[in-house]
């Protein structure tokens, strides 16, 4: 059990209190939420039901309250707003939707070209409407969906000064500032969105900031509550997406997989949710399984990071030539990215780092640390010096990575076995030993490739030796 403590200090975010987070358990009675079951939420209710609405309309109410639309809604909300504009140019609102719709799409698909016709929308939308908070939202949006954090932060900050009554404003500069590795900033857009609004969408941004300062628990309550009250299965899946990556993160393989396989079927285009069953599936032994689930995966949202994953798994089953085909993939589609303005410097890095030129990925992640300084780039930078040979500057960086006071509150298996081979490499066994058993206590199955790595030096590091541990009887020595 975490510990209870509301007050963390200035400038942390707060714990919800205890009696909070008991309502928050009841509200899902049945549902275990420290082991993350969501599977036993109520789908449907009895009765009469109103008409559901037309799927554009859907998706404009998703799409206007920042909540995940399904695909073929979308597609139509985007159809009926490109009519619109065409014979109505001067409509700035019509613009703004047609824009967050085209960033939803681009990101939902992973397909990069919509996000330049996303920024045609948005600016024609704030040329004819100079303050227009809604285009803002969006530009700041699709600078979230580019990893352009600062940009976001200031189309946040437009927004919010044009129009900052709306809880809608403040998702997007909590996420901007999480990016930047500003937790202090992001929990006080955090307060000031919970304290003008409520409800699902409310509760799922909140769980997105509790993770990041290693909550767990109180992430997957918000989760779970989400997930109770999303009002279609396009939104419920997305929730459960996140509960089945936070179910992961934990080492919850079976939990983890109900998540992801509940959210593929309430909708089939929840591809995140599709490639966490092939990650689940490794983790587990189930590697056809695995590998027909990634494959399903890229095929409908062709991520980078998916094509990384997938040619991990290929390495970890002897399949060389399947791996280097997974990474010409990765490298064809972090091109298409970055010619979309996506900034794929992490992933790049990340991956040159362990397959390609490491120098060249302590390279680009330098340069995304001085304007990006997050956890992620600081976990990734570090590897990458690492690999690269500089080993105590490549500690500093291991240690952000996972020093809560240092921002590293996520309690991450990939991080801390990072910190445990720089560790050793420094002949430091100690603390090696101790890390590296912590991502194996943390997420047994968190990678293929890495978990016999972290084996290995365990093995070779042993057991501490008698010779080691002080002797407390000792006399202590004269100067």
């Known amino acids: 059990m975490e510990n209870d403590a509301v007050d963390n200090g200035p400038g942390t975010p707060q714990r919800r209190p205890r009696i909070t987070r008991r309502v928050l358990l009841a509200s899902v009675a049945g549902c275990a939420v420290l082991g993350g079951v969501l599977t036993l939420l109520p789908w449907g209710t009895g009765g009469t039901r109103a008409p559901e609405p037309a799927p554009g309309a859907q998706a404009l109410t998703a799409v206007t309250t920042g909540v995940t639309a399904a695909l073929p809604d979308l597609a139509v909300l985007i159809d009926e707003r490109e009519k619109r504009v065409r014979t109505h140019p001067r409509d700035a609102g019509s613009w703004a939707v047609l824009g967050a719709a085209y960033v939803q799409q681009g990101w939902r698909t992973a397909e990069p070209s919509y996000y330049p016709k996303a920024e045609d929308a948005l600016r024609t939308s704030l040329k004819v409407r100079e303050r227009n908070a809604a285009a803002l939202d969006g530009m700041a949006a699709l ?67 509790y993770r990041d ?29 996140g509960g089945g990556q936070l179910a992961w993160e934990r080492g919850d393989l079976d939990v983890a997989l109900r998540h992801f396989q509940e959210a593929v079927r309430l909708d089939p285009d929840q591809r995140a949710a599709l490639a966490g069953q092939g990650r689940t599936l490794a983790a587990l032994g189930r590697t056809t399984e695995a590998l027909n689930a990634y494959r399903a995966a890229f095929a409908k949202r062709p991520d980078p990071e998916y094509a990384l994953e997938l040619g991990e798994l290929y ?153 080691d541990v002080p002797d407390m009887d000792a006399e202590p020595r004269r100067k």
């Open 143 to 209: 600078a979230n969906a580019r990893r352009d954090f600062r940009a976001a932060r200031t189309w946040s900050e437009a927004s919010i000064k044009t129009d900052g009554k709306r809880w809608t404003a403040y998702p997007q500069l909590i996420d901007a500032h999480s990016g930047l590795g500003d937790y202090k900033a992001a929990k006080r857009a955090l307060d000031r969105m919970l304290k003008l609004g409520s409800g699902p969408a409310v509760l799922a941004r909140s769980a997105g900031l």
């Open 213 to 241: 300062r290693g909550w767990r628990e109180d992430a997957a309550a918000a989760l779970s509550d989400a997930a109770a009250g999303a009002g279609t299965p396009a939104e419920r899946a997305a929730y459960l997406e």
């Open 315 to 467: 390495e970890s089953l002897g399949l060389g030539q399947a791996a280097r085909v997974q990474y010409d993939l990765l490298r064809e589609r972090a091109a298409r990215g970055a010619a979309g303005g996506v900034d794929e410097e992490l992933v790049l890095g990340r991956f040159e780092a362990d397959h390609g030129d490491a120098d060249s990925a302590v390279r680009r992640l330098r340069a995304e640390w001085r304007l990006q300084p997050g956890i992620a780039v600081a976990d990734a930078l570090g590897w990458a010096l690492h690999r690269a040979g500089e080993d105590k500057e490549a500690l500093k960086f291991a240690r952000i990575a996972t020093d809560r006071q240092k921002g590293g509150a996520v309690r991450s298996a990939l991080y801390v076995y990072h910190l445990g081979m720089i560790e050793r490499e420094l002949k430091m066994p100690g603390a090696a030993r101790r890390h590296l058993r912590e991502a194996l206590r943390i997420n047994p199955g968190f990678s293929p490739t890495r978990v016999p790595l972290a084996e290995e030096a365990l093995a070779e590091l042993g057991e501490p030796s008698v010779e």
